[in-house]
């Protein structure tokens, strides 16, 4: 499950107070986040993916002193991964154009993504894996409902009942008590 914006302001701030746990713990959450980042703007390039993402986090450990406590986390950081994938791009002569650099500057409501991701995962925790992973697999991956039935080896009907049943306890629980 990956870490919240809040979790990950937690840990930021702990390591910019000389937690060394805190600040280990928020470059491996960092991890999956940037190498999503950096696979939907690089397609293909996988070497790359990698690169960056290493030194994206060097530059969030080197430059860290350089974060707001005040403001999210998440911004901070999408900034610096565009500014390190300019970088490549200037140094790997890798030609783009106007609109590759718009998508790379505006990012394309990346951060809203990432951010309602990881309260979908934070939902969807709580409820048995089995409904959790179907909810996933047909509503937030796209799948259909037949082939998340034969990638996870049961049947049609099966997912059917799982996500039934667990967007009834989601809702349920959303709408609190009466």
Known sequence: MRA?????????IGGLEGDANAHAMLLRALVPLL???Y?????????????????????VHVRRATYDRD???????????????????????IH?????????L?????EDAVSARM???????????????AIRGTHVDGNSIADHARRMGIGESDVKISVHRGLKA?????????
């Not at 403001?71 to 002569?93: E, N, Q």
């Not at 505006?106 to 990346?110: I, L």
């Not at 934070?122 to 992973?133: F, G, I, V």
Request: contains cysteine; glycine residues 4%; neutral net charge.
């Open 4 to 12: 919240s914006e809040q979790q990950l302001r937690l840990w930021m």
């Open 35 to 37: 190498q999503s980042f």
């Open 39 to 59: 696979r939907r703007r690089m397609s293909g390039r996988p070497d790359d993916i990698e690169d960056l993402v290493q030194e994206t986090l060097m530059a």
């Open 71 to 93: 403001r999210p986390f998440t911004g901070w950081l999408f900034a610096v991964a565009r500014y390190k994938m300019i970088d490549h791009f200037r140094r790997s002569r």
């Open 96 to 104: 783009c154009t106007v609109e590759d650099v718009a998508d790379i």
């Open 119 to 133: 309260d979908v995962d934070r939902l969807l925790a709580d409820l048995p894996p089995k409904q959790a992973d």
């Open 106 to 110: 505006v990012s394309e409501g990346f």
């Open 170 to 178: 989601l809702a349920a629980r959303i709408k609190g008590p009466n």
